[in-house]
């Protein structure tokens, strides 16, 4: 095990507000944004067939995107459809099971899966009865491992009674609980009523039913939202103790986002509270004694997330971070997407199109990328930066094969004004991410980002603050 070098990290407000820009947040690179149409079915299929017989017995990720929701929380930026109408959720899952049997038709035996993640929208809208049905899909496609790793998000506002029982007795034992805010006026202003108390019984009933890594979501910069408000929130929050706590910075863009029109400007918080608000929260979780992991995510410091960090072994994938290496994803619904091997491929975004594709018995896949050896070895050096805070330059020009200060001349030279701010260090044997820069890894990332440099563009993502 390594030391525990990894862990400090140190609050520079001024760098902060200096380096903050818009940014991808690297649960991939490429980024989906680059993501092409064209044949991407044949370049799926192809990757399917080379892992088939490459690497048969790897064990497969599976993500499922289930993407209803019963009201709109008007932050929202996801993927999702509002409806009180479960019945569409059997129609969804008539359509799910054509894309699985597709999926399954491309293996000569049911593959293994060592994680399981129901993400949204709201997985937990589904009925008992659909969520059962769903697993029964599932466990017919695919095997799943002793120890596999199987998580959910949970909404705690209309959990079905008896939902958490049937999910652990299928497997599920980690979840992630949407919070955002426990602030009655914010909630109000983003249209998402959560009493505190309701947080907390499905919090404590999760973890009787033996669910570990319970995570709870918090947003800062939301409407309403005040140094105070936050304050009380964490405080609330810290009593349940979650092992993990992601905050993520809400990206206020009414124009890219139709719910976010609904939030009154004037009820936004100015830049300065809103850095006021980070620091609070960062200040407040460390000295309660979570571990930064990175980018927006602290755990407590038994959790599995900070023993990798502290191993070396963390990983970044679609859903954060995470612990198990890097597998294959097949990733089922609409606009889900999937990465085998060096091909990522995304379904369709829109629903209709995503059931017009599958009625006429074809993958429901939209754009895709397959990497060129340029992005491969980016995408390791992003990796890198993001999950190790540093890149060992000797190990990484004999894994990839370059002369890393040839390869990377330009990019090197992006660097120097981060250098001069002390947030990167670099030397002939590491590029090295300072304690005051780990906030800011993802500006670092993004100078090594070839599609970001050539096309400009970064307006569309969103800011640290
Ligand atoms: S935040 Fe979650 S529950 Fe709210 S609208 Fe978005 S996906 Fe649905």
């Not at 918080?269 to 979780?285: I, S």
């Not at 440099?453 to 969103?462: D, G």
């Amino acid at each position: 095990m390594q030391s525990t070098h990894l862990r400090p990290v140190e609050f520079d407000a001024a760098l902060i507000v200096k380096h903050d820009g818009s940014g991808p947040r690297y649960t991939s690179y490429p980024t989906a944004d680059r993501f092409v149409t064209g044949p991407v079915v044949q370049q799926y299929l192809t990757a399917l067939q080379k892992r088939q017989s490459e690497r048969p017995q790897a064990a497969l990720s599976l993500y499922v995107h289930l993407p209803f929701c019963d009201t709109v929380c008007y932050y929202c930026a996801c993927n999702k459809i509002a409806t009180k109408d479960r019945a569409r959720a059997d129609f969804y899952l008539d359509y799910l099971e054509k894309e699985i049997a597709l999926v399954r038709e491309q293996f000569t035996k049911q593959p293994e899966v060592s994680q399981l993640h129901l993400g949204g929208g709201t997985p937990t809208f589904l009925t008992n009865l659909q969520l059962e049905r769903l697993m029964a899909m599932l466990h017919a496609a695919f095997v799943f491992t002793e120890r596999a790793e199987c998580s959910i998000e949970i909404d705690p506002r209309r959990l079905n009674v008896g939902a958490l029982e049937l999910l652990a007795k299928h497997g599920f034992n980690r979840m992630s609980i949407g919070v955002q805010d426990l602030d009655p006026a914010v909630q109000k202003a983003v249209n998402r009523i959560q009493p505190p108390e309701v947080t907390q019984s499905v919090l404590e009933q999760g973890r009787k039913l033996g669910y570990r890594s319970v995570n709870l979501d918090l947003i800062y910069g939301l409407p309403k939202q005040s140094v105070q408000t936050m304050e009380s929130t964490l405080s609330t929050v810290l009593q349940w103790r979650p092992d993990r706590i992601a905050l993520y910075s809400y990206a206020h863009l009414p124009e890219r986002f139709m719910p976010q029109r609904r939030i009154e400007t004037e009820d936004m918080p100015r830049p300065a509270e809103k850095l006021a608000m980070l620091k609070l929260a960062v200040t407040t979780l460390l000295e309660a004694g979570y571990v930064y992991i990175g980018m927006d995510h602290f755990a407590l410091p038994e959790d599995e997330l900070a023993i990798a960090l502290d191993e070396g072994t963390l990983q970044r994938n679609f859903q954060g971070y995470a612990t198990q290496a890097d597998c294959d994803l097949i990733a089922l619904g609409v606009s889900a997407i999937s990465r085998i091997g060096d091909t990522y491929a995304q379904n369709h975004r829109d629903l209709d199109e995503y059931y017009a594709a599958l009625d006429q018995g074809v993958l429901p896949l939209s754009k895709g990328l397959t990497m060129s050896a340029d992005d491969l070895v980016r995408r390791a050096v992003i990796h890198d930066l993001l999950c190790q805070s540093e890149i060992m330059i000797p190990a990484f020009e004999k894994q990839w094969g370059i002369r890393f200060n040839t390869y990377f001349a330009p990019d090197l030279q992006q660097l120097l004004d981060l250098q001069a701010d002390g947030l990167v260090e670099v030397t002939d044997e590491a590029i090295r991410i300072t304690h005051k820069g780990r906030f800011l890894a993802r500006i670092v990332a993004m100078r090594f980002d070839r599609y970001l440099r050539e096309t400009r563009s970064s307006a569309k993502y969103s800011k640290v603050i």
